[in-house]
């Protein structure tokens, strides 16, 4: 889409927007364990009371971390909430989202990107779900004992033991997440589960076809189908329109355009997989897991939204793209909403 810019009463419209909407954002960074730095004399915490989002799903372990791991991740974020109780508080139900909104606290959602934590010992996801767990990815990438990664060459299907996984995570209330997960495994188990799916944070193939982590028309439309919901992320190798560019706001945009032209505004939602704290290092040393471009903290993310402070832009973006204030409020939150309350209950 073309250079986005605002007349003076669209800027107001999307700061009214933005500012009175419940904002859930899919997968976003952590709290803590690190925590990311001050900018401009503000803590990361302030930053986020700032920014309108009121609720996030944070990831509390990935890939193959096990299960004490995924503990020890519990355990700061208790102590995070014990000491900010009037500032930060646990997601258990959706009613918990509402009540976010309205004490106008940060909502922390635990999730995991990966199942390896709990492998064949099943008994684990009970521990886990009254601990808090609320979404859960099957896979992460790579094959597991689930599912297959969406970077499996071999595009394999649900396991014996991931068959089982959906199906008692659809038992206990914890929403099956499938970003990071093969093609063949999400069809699979969003026709087996008898809940909606999510993307939590996945963009279009047919926008940013580069990388394996995006989503085929046949994926977006079959999770549609069945209610449920994708987090379209502001990752720059999910958004990108040409490898080593930096991508913008419009190129963001450009997800939500196709994907409501696609399934409709019902289906969709923010994921922005936005992490304050990677550093040089680790972008050096993992972007070629996903192309052959070494990008770095300022290139990684989207120019426009790569900080907490710019969660404003995405609201923007869709006032400009001629959205109606009741579907902006649906994807900036209400669609999360929606599925989650159906999955958690109240």
């Known amino acids: 889409m073309n250079k986005i810019t605002l007349t003076k009463a669209q800027?107001?419209?999307?700061?009214?927007?933005?500012?009175s909407s419940l904002i859930i954002d899919g997968l976003c960074g952590n709290m803590t364990?690190?925590?990311?730095?001050?900018?401009?004399?503000?803590?990361?915490l302030q930053r986020l009371e700032e920014s309108g989002v009121?609720?996030?799903?944070?990831?509390?372990?990935?890939?193959?971390?096990?299960?004490?791991?995924?503990?020890?991740?519990?355990?700061?974020?208790?102590?995070?909430?014990?000491?900010?109780?009037?500032?930060v508080m646990q997601v258990r139900t959706a009613a918990d989202l509402e009540r976010c909104h309205k004490e106008k606290k940060i909502g922390v959602i635990f999730g995991c990107q990966g199942s390896e934590m709990v492998g064949k010992e099943f008994y684990r996801w009970t521990i886990l779900r009254n601990l808090g767990l609320r979404i859960c990815q099957i896979a992460y990438n790579e094959p597991c004992t689930l599912a297959s990664g969406c970077m499996d060459p071999k595009n394999g299907g649900l396991t014996f033991y991931g068959i089982q996984a959906v199906k008692e995570m659809n038992r206990l209330g914890i929403v099956v997440d499938l970003s990071h997960v093969g093609e063949r495994s999400s069809l699979e188990a969003i026709e087996l589960s008898t809940k909606p799916c999510i993307f939590s944070h996945s963009n279009a193939k047919a926008v940013t076809p580069t990388t394996s982590r995006n989503l085929t028309d046949e994926m977006i439309k079959a999770v549609a189908a069945k209610g449920g919901v994708v987090g379209l992320s502001s990752h720059a190798f999910l958004c990108h329109h040409e490898l080593g560019v930096q991508p913008t706001l419009e190129d963001y945009m450009d997800h939500f355009e196709y994907m409501a032209k696609l399934v409709g505004t019902d289906h969709i939602g923010i994921g922005t997989d936005m992490f304050e704290y990677?550093?040089?290092?680790?972008w050096e040393t993992h972007?070629?897991?996903f192309y052959d471009s070494p990008w770095f903290f300022e290139t990684v993310f989207n120019r426009d939204l790569k900080r907490v402070d710019q969660y404003i832009n995405v609201t923007r973006g869709l006032v400009a793209l001629g959205f109606s204030d009741e579907d902006i409020r649906k994807m900036l939150g209400q669609n999360f909403l929606r599925v989650f309350r159906e999955v958690w209950g109240e």
């Not at 800027?11 to 500012?19: F, I, N, S």
């Not at 364990?33 to 990361?44: A, H, I, L, S, V």
């Open 11 to 19: 800027e107001e419209r999307a700061q009214e927007l933005h500012y």
């Open 33 to 44: 364990n690190p925590e990311p730095p001050e900018r401009d004399g503000k803590t990361y």
């Open 54 to 87: 009121r609720a996030m799903n944070i990831t509390m372990t990935a890939a193959n971390d096990s299960f004490e791991a995924t503990l020890k991740t519990f355990f700061a974020y208790f102590n995070l909430f014990d000491y900010f109780p009037g500032r």
């Open 278 to 282: 990677y550093t040089k290092f680790y």
């Open 287 to 289: 972007t070629k897991l």
